[in-house]
Structures are given as structure tokens and as C-alpha cells.
């Protein structure tokens, strides 16, 4: 096995060219991707009629003054447009929530997304980090609100990535609290939060927290990561502050178009939600069954371990690989050092597929 050091393995989901190569594999090689996140409906059937008669709108510069995507968003949550501010994709709602606390200082609850701690490094915060607890990866809420008493901001990522571990609402509600006393804000990520069961969302806490920044991605869920297309929700104070630091024409024409007929789709948010009922955790517990360790997830996506070093986890990487089975490699999450792959929730023929792989892995 052609073993690769931390550094050169790719910091997202996703990339294929590069694993590819490094493997051996021809760059045709048939892959199903199970290393990004998204979701394996595709992109909403009426997208491209649209895109083709949006089409005139890239001939202007997106209006600064159009805020219909603004209300469309603060109408699906129940806040002002006041409190809303469209981003780039998901990444740059986390570099603008870091730039609101710019040479200050930040922790990061980890395992957790990389780009937190780049985006703080990027404004220069100095980072302190607090670990999730054991292969269940639960929150010390105490020990997380001993910690906000050293730090300006804290990242949260809410369920977590890659751990697919959602914290407790009421854990949230005494680090808000505890916030209120050290002057801190949380920034709560849920990128992936409409794959939870139930509603999961935060948003009503806005009204009694002026410290909670959330995040969000409207790209996973719909299946347009190429687009990018995200959103931040806050105290008006911090999303003014935000949007002062935010670079001109930051989100495209055509992204800015897409907000409204996007979360008008009932129709697609209830077929996303009999896929999710039929995949988890049937597919969680039958990798399990396997005899894997499985973290348990409220995401479109898992853990997926075996007591094992690096090593073991890079070698079951390359097996699926040459199967056509792209995973995720955890050597870019600290506290999980590669000895994890984290596998998205697809269909049920590339699931199928996947738990044969697994299951031939495991036979002796």
C-alpha cells in the first residue's frame, strides 16, 4: 500500500485526482463518492430550466440592495432580514465569524471541521482546543464552560463533522449563558443540521442570546457545493458587524436568485426526509453488525473505526478505493489521527455496495 503522510492527504471530501494518483488508479476510475457530505437526490429536478432563464442575470453585478434572499431566509426561520446574512457557502460564514473577533482568542471543540481553526489562524486568534470524550464523543459541558472564561469565541459544530454527535440543546443553553458572564459568543455550525431527526435547529435561541452566531449551508442539503451558497444567523449587532467585513459581491447573481425557490421546495425537504428514514440507522447499525465501531449519528453521515491504528484505516481506505468506493480519511481531524474513515449515507444501491466491500474486509 502506497502510504501517504498527514500532509498530503486532501483537507475535504471530495477529491478524487489526488487520492487517485497516490493509489495507483487511473483517473477514470469508476468511483461512488461516499467522502463529501451531500445529498444523493441530486440538485432539485426544475434547477437547470431555471439556471437556463436566469441566465441573463450574470450580464449585472449582483444587487447590493436586493435583499430577497434575506427575506426568504428570515421568513423560513421567523427572524427580521435584520438578522440574516447570506455567505459565500458555509466556509465563509465561519472566516466572517472569526474576523467579527479578530486577534482575539478562540477555542475549538474538536474533532471537528479544519477550517475553524484555519479561518482564526487566518485573523490571527490564538487557538485553544478542548477534545470531545471518549469513542463516543460527548461534550464536557462543564470543562467547555470553565474554558469560555479564556476566550472571545468558540466554534461548535452542531451535529458535528465528522462525528455526525449531536450536543444537547440544554448544554447550548448553559454555554450561552455562561457566555453572557465571559463576554463570549458561540458560534454554532449547522451546515448539517436539516439532516437531523426532528428539528434540531437553534434558531429560537437567538432571541434571548445576543452572544450565538449559527451558521449554515444550504449547498449540502440541496446538493449544490459547487455554487456556493450558505448563510449566517445572529443578534442584528453581530450580523451588521459581519457584513461590514464581508468582500463586495461576496455571493453570486445566481446563488442569491436560488434562495428562495430553494427553500420553497416542500417536495424535495420531504423526499430527503423518507430517504434519511430509510437509511438511518438501519445503515449505521448494519455496518456495525459487521462488527465496526460506529459512533452513534444524527447527520448524513458516520464514524466508522475498528480499534485500530492509522495503518488499519489507510489499508481499508485503499481496499475500497480499488472497489470504486471513495471514503474520508480522518488524518486531517485532530484527536482522530487517521485511525477513523467517515462514510456518507447514500442510496440504497451504493449502501449496498458498500456494506459488501466492508463485509468481505472482515472475512477471515
Not at 58 to 78: F, H, N, S, T, V
Not at 287 to 297: A, C, N, Q
Request: with cysteine; net charge neutral; charged share 25%.
Amino acid at each position: 500500500m502506497n502510504r501517504l503522510s498527514p500532509p498530503d492527504w486532501p483537507r475535504h471530501g471530495g477529491r478524487r485526482a489526488p487520492l487517485l494518483a497516490r493509489f495507483g488508479l487511473p483517473q477514470d476510475h469508476p468511483l461512488i463518492d461516499f467522502s463529501a457530505n451531500l445529498n444523493p437526490l441530486g440538485p432539485p429536478a426544475w434547477l437547470g430550466d431555471w439556471l437556463g432563464e436566469a441566465a441573463g442575470r450574470l450580464a449585472d453585478y449582483p444587487d447590493p440592495d436586493d435583499d430577497r434572499a434575506r427575506r426568504a431566509i428570515a421568513a423560513r426561520e421567523g427572524l427580521t432580514p435584520e438578522q440574516v446574512l447570506p455567505t459565500n457557502g458555509g466556509a465563509e460564514a465561519i472566516y466572517l465569524a472569526a474576523a467579527l473577533h479578530a486577534g482575539g482568542r478562540a477555542l475549538v471543540i474538536e474533532p471537528t471541521f479544519g477550517e475553524y481553526r484555519r479561518a482564526c489562524d487566518h485573523y490571527g486568534l490564538a487557538v485553544a482546543s478542548l477534545a470531545l470524550c471518549g469513542e463516543a464523543f460527548r461534550l464536557d459541558v462543564a470543562a467547555t464552560e470553565r474554558a469560555l472564561a479564556e476566550v472571545d469565541v468558540a466554534f461548535l459544530c452542531r451535529p458535528n463533522n465528522p462525528t455526525g454527535t449531536l450536543v444537547p440543546r440544554q448544554a447550548i443553553e448553559r454555554l450561552l449563558a455562561r457566555g453572557r458572564e465571559t463576554g463570549t459568543t458561540l458560534v454554532v455550525d449547522e451546515a448539517f443540521v436539516d439532516f437531523t431527526d426532528g428539528d434540531e435547529r437553534l434558531t429560537p435561541l437567538l432571541a434571548g442570546a445576543p452572544n450565538l452566531l449559527l451558521l449554515r449551508s444550504l449547498t449540502k442539503l440541496f446538493d449544490l457545493p459547487g455554487l456556493r451558497l450558505g448563510y449566517l444567523l445572529g443578534a442584528p449587532a453581530l450580523v451588521r458587524g459581519a457584513r461590514a467585513r464581508q468582500m463586495p459581491w461576496s455571493v453570486n447573481a445566481l446563488a442569491l436568485g436560488l434562495v428562495a425557490p430553494l427553500l420553497a421546495d416542500a417536495d424535495y425537504l420531504a423526499r430527503t426526509r423518507d430517504w434519511l428514514a430509510g437509511q438511518r440507522p438501519a445503515m449505521p447499525e448494519a455496518v456495525r453488525e459487521l462488527g465496526y465501531d460506529v459512533p452513534p449519528t444524527q447527520a448524513n453521515y458516520f464514524l466508522l473505526g475498528g480499534r485500530w491504528q492509522a495503518q488499519e484505516a489507510e489499508a481499508l481506505f485503499a481496499f475500497l478505493l480499488r472497489r470504486g468506493l471513495l471514503a474520508r480519511h480522518t488524518h486531517s481531524f485532530p484527536g482522530l489521527d487517521g485511525r477513523w474513515l467517515r462514510l456518507a449515507l447514500r442510496d440504497g444501491p451504493d449502501n449496498a455496495r458498500l456494506l459488501a466491500a466492508l463485509a468481505e474486509w472482515r472475512r477471515p
